[in-house]
């Protein structure tokens, strides 16, 4: 009889723990990774968390997108509501990856993010891009500052980072006389793209990721001079009340892993760690197969 008890009891013992296992199981199945983010940033985030996804089955991460202000807007509330309401661990958001290094020294500075988690994931660099039906193209930006016959597509440099960059550059490269009655200003990078195909000029000048994403348009001629390259960075960093820090550092180690930084290139961006160039190299090597 007792050794009967002892059976039942070991049973009943193993389907507990099958139970506390099954909803353990259960619970991770169903975690959610939200990552804020800036919308110009959707194609390399979506395409970085479907691979986390691949090799973490348990995982779905989930994206919150939104500009600069909306998202400052958003963890400001977050964090100030009900006399911060959120703790450690118990909030909405896990990563926040902006559009832009300044953005995230704020967050920082406000202790919206942890600043030890920054985490620099790719950069970008203006490229010279063409209808892909044209034949003789400018071969550099040199080349480009000396054939006055050529109209460049350009976005505003008082509305765009893109346009601010172009600007800087075209200024680096020939001076303000070289450029003189030759730009169209479009509103962005889209404008200036669409400028390009509509015969408003004969040249656009973008970010690298721009031109790959409209890459059965156009193609990719000339990389920004190397000594005048100031590409810009993209980091992700930390929630200050993000609800699973280990699932946080382990999606920031995976950026900056192998699997990442292939995705990263072959959607045109470069690596923090060595810059556009490499990748533009490729870039380049890609388009004239």
Not at 38 to 43: E, K, Q
Not at 116 to 126: D, K, M, N
Not at 165 to 178: I, Q
Not at 180 to 195: E, I, P, S
Request: glycine share 8%; with cysteine.
């Amino acid at each position: 009889m007792r050794q009967r008890m002892s059976q039942v009891a070991k049973r009943i013992f193993l389907v507990v723990i099958g139970v506390m296992f099954g909803q353990m199981g259960s619970a991770f199945a169903s975690e959610a990774l939200v990552i804020a983010a800036s919308p110009s940033l959707a194609a390399p985030l979506d395409a970085l968390g479907r691979a986390f996804e691949a090799i973490h089955p348990g995982v779905k991460v989930q994206f919150h997108y939104g500009s600069g202000l909306e998202l400052r807007q958003t963890i400001a509330t977050m964090q100030n509501r009900d006399g911060n309401k959120y703790f450690i661990g118990s909030g909405p958001f896990h990563v926040i990856a902006p559009s832009g290094e300044e953005f995230i020294t704020r967050l920082e500075k406000a202790y919206y993010v942890l600043p030890e988690s920054r985490t620099p994931y790719a950069t970008a660099s203006l490229v010279l891009a063409v209808p892909e039906s044209l034949v003789d193209a400018p071969s550099s930006f040199e080349a480009l500052a000396q054939d006055v016959r050529i109209r460049i597509a350009v976005a505003d440099s008082k509305l765009t980072v893109l346009g601010q960059k172009t600007d800087d550059l075209l200024r680096a490269v020939g001076g303000a006389e070289a450029w003189k009655g030759r730009l169209d200003v479009a509103t962005d990078a889209r404008g200036v793209l669409d400028h390009l195909m509509n015969g408003k000029a004969d040249v656009a000048i973008v970010f690298a990721p721009d031109a790959i994403r409209q890459r059965d348009r156009v193609r990719v001629v000339a990389a920004a001079p190397e000594k005048l390259d100031r590409p810009v960075t993209y980091s992700m960093a930390m929630e200050r009340y993000c609800p699973n820090r280990s699932l946080c550092e382990e999606f920031l180690r995976f950026v900056r892993g192998a699997d990442a930084e292939a995705i990263i290139k072959q959607l045109g961006y470069g690596l923090p760690t060595d810059g556009i160039k490499r990748v533009n190299g490729d870039l380049l090597h890609a388009e004239r197969k």
